[in-house]
């Protein structure tokens, strides 16, 4: 199994708040990349990535998508699985 990981890519241009700076004119620094994951309701975390990390996260991240995808498919099948034995146990 290939790595994986659930999340999300966020890319921001950010100020550093210093007036003499380029950002305080509108050219904000960046982009700077984070990773931010939902762990529950109102709850997130972040971490930044760095450039040369960004191709294998967005690797990983299309992983989980792929599992995930894989997942429904077979919850799907089974869900169906669980409507046909029902409705043998009906006919019998």
Request: net charge positive.
């Amino acid at each position: 199994m290939q790595e994986t990981l659930r999340g999300s890519l966020v890319e921001r241009y950010l100020t550093c708040g210093n007036p003499a700076c380029k950002c305080a004119r509108g050219e904000r620094h960046g982009p700077a990349w984070y990773l931010t994951v939902t762990l529950g309701p109102g709850r997130t975390t972040g971490s930044v990535v760095a450039v040369e990390q960004l191709d294998q996260v967005r690797g990983w991240i299309a992983n989980y998508h792929k599992v995930k995808e894989h997942l429904e498919k077979i919850s799907a099948i089974n869900r169906e699985l669980l409507r046909r034995a029902r409705q043998r146990a009906r006919k019998s």
